[in-house]
């Protein structure tokens, strides 16, 4: 597991922002939203990601115990019809990693994937 125990904060929020920006065209600013979260124990980043149907929390604290912490939360932007609420749900968190950005990504594509239309004719 590729912890960073061993980097400071400040290296630990940077090498996340390149693992973000790896998946937006290398230009982060464009694409993804930070902001820093008031918390009188320890730094949280709360950084967000949208798509047209759903919004991503993508939450570092990078100086918790055990080398800190990423976890990810999604959201859909909209209700579903009859419905005054949106619905949304827990994704991968764990340690402050690349593992586990690694799993957050690969549940934000899952999200995201429709399913292909194929008629009975062709099946």
């Known amino acids: 597991m590729t912890e960073l125990k061993e980097q400071t904060t400040d290296q630990k929020i940077e090498q996340l922002e ?12 464009g694409y993804v939203t930070k902001k820093i979260i008031p ?3 320890e730094l949280l980043v709360l950084y967000s990601l949208y798509t047209n149907e759903n919004k991503y929390n993508i939450t ?9 912490h990423l ?10 019809v009859g419905e005054a609420h ?8 764990g340690n402050f990693s690349k593992e586990t950005f690694e799993s957050i990504k690969s549940a934000i594509i899952g999200e ?9 004719s062709l099946v």
């Open 39 to 41: 918390n009188s124990n």
């Open 112 to 120: 995201e994937l429709k399913p292909l239309y194929v008629p009975k």
């Open 60 to 68: 570092a604290s990078p100086e918790g115990k055990n080398g800190g």
């Open 86 to 93: 949106t619905r949304g749900g827990d994704l991968p968190a």
């Open 18 to 29: 390149s693992w973000l920006s790896s998946i937006c065209y290398n230009n982060m600013s």
């Open 71 to 80: 976890g990810c939360a999604m959201s859909k932007r909209t209700p579903y």
